[in-house]
């Protein structure tokens, strides 16, 4: 068990440039949650996947944002067109199955300016 | 709709004291609650977790939480404050979904613990 990978762990970006997140998940999981969170506050849900499959998703997650997981393994979070309010820690975390604890990465810090 | 309010969004105690962290939960369905702690520029590691029958819980680094649905508490302590227990942490719940877990998790706003000598 290596852990929930995220990479990069900080990400500078100036406003209207598109960037991507990794996340690798602990290897057996296969549920991968997208979380968000800015200075001050809990968590937001973004979005969710078992398997390759995305469950749902946040009114949070605006058209800019997409996430992908393809055959199941790692994902991707992309911003598009970034602004300044896209600015936070974004979380992934994994999970076995259904009742599992979420095991959290570290999180890709954004800053957008 | 579910939604987790911690009181206090700082709490300080001096080493070798009483930890008490507050939580309270709204969900129209049983829930599933978890504590978690966040050290600086990390992710959140699980400190415990309440699914069903005892509502004392136990968790790691002598932390323990009681479930309380009379009052939609679960409220986190610690008898002794150690300097390392210095963090913010998080209540958060999910909902019972046929017996289980659900997985998504609502968070609370977050307490930050400070310990002084």
């Known amino acids: 068990d290596t852990g929930v990978s995220q990479n990069p762990r900080h990400k500078i970006t100036k406003r209207g440039q598109n960037v991507t997140f990794r996340c690798d998940p602990i290897?057996?999981?296969?549920?991968l949650y997208w979380y968000r969170q800015t200075l001050g506050q809990g968590p937001e849900f973004l979005t969710y996947?078992?398997?390759?499959?995305?469950?749902?998703k946040s009114r949070l997650l605006s058209d800019r944002f997409s996430a992908e997981r393809p055959k199941g393994s790692f994902s991707t979070l992309e911003i598009q067109r970034t602004e300044q309010g896209d600015s936070a820690m974004y979380l992934c975390?994994?999970?076995?199955?259904?009742?599992?604890?979420?095991?959290f990465g570290n999180g890709t810090r954004l800053t957008v300016t | 709709a579910q939604s987790v309010t911690q009181l206090g969004s700082h709490v300080s105690v001096s080493e070798g004291a009483l930890v008490l962290l507050r939580c309270n939960y709204s969900s129209s369905v049983p829930p599933y609650l978890f504590w978690y702690v966040q050290y600086p520029n990390q992710g959140l590691q699980l400190l415990l977790k309440?699914?069903?029958?005892?509502?004392l819980v136990k968790g790691i680094n002598g932390f323990e939480a009681e479930f309380k649905k009379s009052e939609t508490s679960f409220h986190l302590t610690k008898p002794s404050a150690h300097m390392s227990d210095a963090a913010e942490y998080f209540c958060a719940v999910s909902y019972n979904a046929g017996g289980t877990s659900y997985g998504k998790l609502t968070f609370g706003q977050g307490t930050i613990l400070t310990v002084h000598p």
């Open positions: 309440y699914t069903t029958g005892a509502t």
């Open positions: 290897s057996e999981h296969n549920r």
């Open positions: 996947f078992q398997n390759e499959a995305q469950l749902e």
């Open positions: 975390a994994s999970s076995l199955a259904m009742g599992s604890p979420l095991h």
